[in-house]
Structure formats: C-alpha cells, structure tokens
C-alpha cells in the first residue's frame, strides 16, 4: 500500500461515513491506521461500519448529528477536541440529491437540500477552522459533484449548493494558506452509491430508485482510493469518476456543445 504511513496517528473528520463514498474511506483510512471520527444521521449505520473496520474499529468513533439542524455543531467539535486535541483531517461527504424539476419543487425543498448540502458543511467546517488555525495544521474538504460545475436537469437546488461549496472552499484555501492550511474540494461523477434511492423528490419524499448512472458508476472503494491520492498530493481539486468527467471539460472548453447535448443525457 503506497504511502501506508500518511494517515497514521492523524485525526480525520468524516461526515457521510454510514454509507456510499464515506463508508469506504472509513474503511482505507482505518487499515492505514488514522483515528477516524464517523459521522451522519444514523448511528446503527456508523455502528455498522465500524464494525465492519475489523482489527481496527477501536480507532473509530461514531459521532452521529444532523446536518440539517447544526444548533449544537459547535459543542460537538469541542467535545471531539478535547478528546483528541486536534483534527488533521474534516472530509465533508455527508449529502442529500435531488430529482425534482424547478417548476415543481418548493421552495422549503430548496432550503432543506441547501441546509444539509451548503450549510451543514460549512457550520462544522467553520467551527473546525479555529482549532486548525491554532494547530497551524489541517486539511478540509467537501463534497461537490459534476453537477456542481454545470446545472443539470432534476438537480437544480442540488446543482446550486454544491456549486456555493466551490466559493466557500476556494476562500477558505486563499484565506488560510498563511495559516498552513489545505482546502480542497471533491468532485465526483458517477459512484455506485445509494445517492439517487435517498434522493429528494418534489414531495420531499425519497425518490427510492438507483439510478442507471450510479448502478454504472465507479465502485465506493474506487472513490475512496481517489480521494486518499488527492489528499496526499494536496489537489486543490480531486475529480473522482470515469468517463463522464469529460462532460467538466466539455462545460468548460465548449459551453455551446455543453448546452447542446446536456439536456439529453439520461438524467434518472
Ligand atoms: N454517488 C455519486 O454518484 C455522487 C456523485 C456526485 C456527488 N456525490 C456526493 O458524494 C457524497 C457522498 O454521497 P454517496 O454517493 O456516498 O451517497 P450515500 O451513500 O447516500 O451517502 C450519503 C451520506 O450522507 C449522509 N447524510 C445525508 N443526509 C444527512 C443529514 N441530514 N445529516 C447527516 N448526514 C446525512 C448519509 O447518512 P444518513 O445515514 O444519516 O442519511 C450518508 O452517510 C454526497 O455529498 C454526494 O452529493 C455522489
């Protein structure tokens, strides 16, 4: 395993950790031996996971909040603090899809995606950022999308919050550099996960089906190696998929051909 000793002993924050893309880098950072706090709405799912850290799973502790109520964010970083005394690593995966068109979806449904997406991560981001600041240390990334590049039919509440990450993790990064700090910011394509069952329809509901861009996706495990590569090498950003993050590069370099055929990619 290359760069088997990176992680060791290092405190790494993770939110999404009960499922998909989180579940998997609890897995490879607990065999290369980091202290792994596991966060998400569902403590029987971090429990799972933990278990499933065999040999490791006394490094791993599961620290379950919603990221739609952030009121006691900040008393939960400190008590993680004055266990641990620091935190090396917060990887924001936790996260909420959408399918629902604009003309349909209301606007609480915007702000509860926004509130999990964009506001979740930024309350415990922000109340990291102090205690990094004085470790003169960290790293802290969150989770965008290749839909959080381009908009994309179905995901408009969904597209917007993870295009706001972008601006707050590239300031954050040029606001902190000073301060020895890293930000990046992850940018997936298709992963086998359960994003698309867990999706919001216009009825807040879960839209309950995997999707046939998820089913083809790269596996959670793929994903979880990508992101442990571009932490090492300090990405600013880590594009984790396959072929579809051609479509980043179309959006960027031929917006016209973007615009033309985006709207007839399978988007369910
Ligand atoms: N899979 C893909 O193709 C893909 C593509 C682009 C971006 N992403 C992003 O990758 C990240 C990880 O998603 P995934 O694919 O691994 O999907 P997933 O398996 O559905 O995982 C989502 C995670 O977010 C947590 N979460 C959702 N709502 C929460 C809330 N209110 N409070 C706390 N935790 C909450 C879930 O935990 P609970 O058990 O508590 O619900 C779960 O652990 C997300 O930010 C997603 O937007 C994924």
Same mark, same amino acid.
């Given at each position: 395993?290359?760069?088997?000793?990176?992680?060791?002993?290092?405190?790494?924050?993770?939110?999404?950790?009960?499922?998909?893309?989180?579940?998997?880098?609890?897995?490879?950072?607990?065999?290369?031996?980091?202290?792994?706090?596991?966060?998400?709405?569902?403590?029987?799912?971090?429990?799972?996971?933990?278990?499933?850290?065999?040999?490791?799973?006394?490094?791993?502790?599961?620290?379950?909040?919603?990221?739609?109520?952030?009121?006691?964010?900040?008393?939960?970083?400190?008590?993680?603090?004055?266990?641990?005394?620091?935190?090396?690593?917060?990887?924001?995966?936790?996260?909420?899809?959408?399918?629902?068109?604009?003309?349909?979806?209301?606007?609480?449904?915007?702000?509860?995606?926004?509130?999990?997406?964009?506001?979740?991560?930024?309350?415990?981001?922000?109340?990291?950022?102090?205690?990094?600041?004085?470790?003169?240390?960290?790293?802290?990334?969150?989770?965008?999308?290749?839909?959080?590049?381009?908009?994309?039919?179905?995901?408009?509440?969904?597209?917007?919050?993870?295009?706001?990450?972008?601006?707050?993790?590239?300031?954050?990064?040029?606001?902190?550099?000073?301060? #020895?700090?890293? =930000?990046?910011? /992850? @940018?997936? +394509?298709?992963? &086998?996960?359960?994003?698309? *069952?867990?999706?919001?329809?216009? %009825?807040?509901?879960?839209?309950?089906?995997?999707?046939?861009?998820?089913?083809?996706?790269?596996?959670? #495990?793929?994903? =979880?190696?990508? /992101? @442990?590569? +571009?932490?090492? &090498?300090?990405?600013?950003? *880590?594009?984790?998929?396959?072929? %579809?993050?051609?479509?980043?590069?179309?959006?960027?370099?031929?917006?016209?051909?973007?615009?033309?055929?985006?709207?007839?990619?399978?988007?369910?």
């Amino acid at each position: 395993m290359k760069n088997k000793s990176f992680f060791k002993g290092k405190v790494a924050w993770i939110t999404g950790a009960s499922s998909g893309i989180g579940e998997a880098l609890v897995n490879e950072l607990a065999k290369r031996e980091a202290i792994i706090i596991a966060s998400s709405n569902d403590l029987a799912g971090l429990e799972r996971v933990k278990a499933g850290c065999s040999g490791h799973s006394e490094n791993i502790s599961c620290v379950p909040f919603d990221l739609a109520d952030t009121s006691g964010l900040s008393q939960i970083v400190d008590k993680q603090i004055s266990r641990f005394g620091r935190i090396d690593y917060l990887i924001n995966l936790g996260g909420i899809s959408q399918r629902a068109r604009i003309d349909e979806t209301p606007l609480w449904l915007d702000r509860k995606i926004f509130e999990v997406n964009y506001f979740g991560t930024i309350t415990l981001s922000k109340a990291v950022l102090p205690h990094m600041i004085n470790q003169k240390s960290g790293h802290i990334l969150a989770t965008s999308s290749i839909s959080g590049r381009f908009g994309f039919p179905l995901r408009s509440a969904y597209s917007a919050s993870k295009q706001a990450l972008h601006g707050f993790i590239e300031t954050l990064y040029l606001e902190n550099k000073k301060n #020895n700090l890293r =930000a990046s910011v /992850i @940018i997936p +394509g298709r992963v &086998r996960t359960a994003i698309s *069952i867990h999706a919001l329809n216009a %009825e807040g509901k879960e839209y309950g089906k995997l999707d046939e861009g998820q089913a083809n996706g790269i596996t959670p #495990n793929q994903a =979880a190696l990508t /992101i @442990i590569k +571009g932490i090492i &090498r300090n990405k600013r950003e *880590i594009l984790v998929g396959s072929s %579809e993050l051609i479509m980043l590069h179309i959006r960027r370099y031929f917006p016209w051909l973007f615009f033309r055929i985006a709207d007839r990619i399978k988007s369910t």
